[in-house]
């Protein structure tokens, strides 16, 4: 299990990384090829960082006790 702090840290960058997944296909729909290409390869990029921050959020979160 993660500190308080870490788990914080995770769940803000996964959300950060969301963010920038989002953005990034905005981008890759842009009128300009170059730039849609450059997007889209950073895109596939960050679509790893975002599920690899997804996993470790889900692995290291704390089990809700049901009753």
């Avoid at 500190?3 to 769940?11: C, G, H, P, R, S």
Wanted: net charge negative; hydrophobic share 40%; aromatic share 0%.
């Amino acid at each position: 299990m993660l500190n308080a702090n870490d788990q914080e840290k995770v769940i803000k960058s996964s959300q950060a990384a969301n963010l920038l997944v989002q953005d990034l296909r905005d981008l890759v729909k842009s009128a300009n090829p170059l730039l849609a290409e450059m997007a889209l390869e950073i895109l596939g990029q960050a679509v790893q960082i975002e599920q690899q921050l997804n996993r470790i959020e889900s692995i290291t979160r704390p089990e809700e006790k049901t009753e």
